[in-house]
């Protein structure tokens, strides 16, 4: 009985230690790549996953270092004024969407 209820805390706790995605502190090796790069290069050296369209967003570029800033922070800043926003599924999945009625102010 012990194993099984040490199983289940153990199953139901590890969601609540897991940091999201959006707090990585970035190193400021994204300045001069395009967004869609960056992005996959995050899949490749963390475990997890964004989905977007391409053509949404192959024109950013992270012109400038944004290190020591979150990925949270960066992704505000680069869709400042556009119509492009995130939707946080899971603390290690992301979905860029798109919708002109909420662009950020």
């Known amino acids: 009985m012990r194993r099984l209820l040490f199983f289940f805390f153990l199953l139901f706790s590890i969601p609540l230690f897991s940091q999201s995605i959006l707090d990585t502190k970035l190193d400021g090796s994204e300045k001069g790549k395009s967004l869609n790069v960056f992005l996959l290069e995050l899949e490749k ?5 964004f989905y977007f369209l391409d053509d949404w967003i192959d024109q950013m570029t992270f012109k400038e270092s944004f290190a020591g800033s979150t990925l949270r922070e960066a992704l505000y800043e680069l869709f400042l004024s556009t119509d492009l926003n995130y939707i946080e599924i899971n603390p290690s999945t992301l979905v860029l969407v798109k919708d002109p009625t909420q662009a950020l102010q």
């Open 45 to 49: 050296t963390h475990p997890v996953h």
